[in-house]
């Protein structure tokens, strides 16, 4: 169990990342930015992040490994074949309930 003195020490100082993180290139960076390499960086940041905190989720949130792949595999497809988001939310998470409901049958 952690202590909340703790946790809210934890808390403010990812606060204060968080915020330093956006303040200090509005900060640092008075002119338009021009390099080609900057801008396909930055623009490409908010696309890692996501995938960096969601990938480790989707093998870690399923009863067992291959649904979890299944379902991502699923999800990826569809996004290739530029589906709308809920079809894609709709087509892994069905995908990961077949997945694990033939798997019970077969235990």
């Known amino acids: ?13 990812m606060a204060g990342v968080t915020y330093l993180i956006r ?6 960076c008075k002119e338009k930015i021009e390099n080609r390499f900057i ?4 623009y490409y940041i908010p696309y890692a992040v996501l995938s960096a ?3 480790p989720a989707i093998f870690f949130s399923t009863g067992c490994l ?6 991502l595999v699923v999800a990826v497809v569809l996004s290739l074949f530029e589906h709308k988001l809920l ?11 077949i997945v ?8």
Do not use: Q
């Open 53 to 55: 905190m969601t990938i």
């Open 87 to 97: 079809t894609v939310a709709i087509g892994a998470c069905g995908t990961v309930f």
């Open 1 to 13: 169990m952690i202590r909340t003195d703790v946790f809210f020490l934890y808390l403010f100082v």
């Open 100 to 107: 694990e409901w033939i798997m019970s049958l077969i235990k």
């Open 66 to 71: 291959l649904s979890a792949i299944l379902g």
């Open 23 to 28: 303040m200090l290139p509005l900060v640092l």
């Open 39 to 42: 801008k396909s960086f930055l």
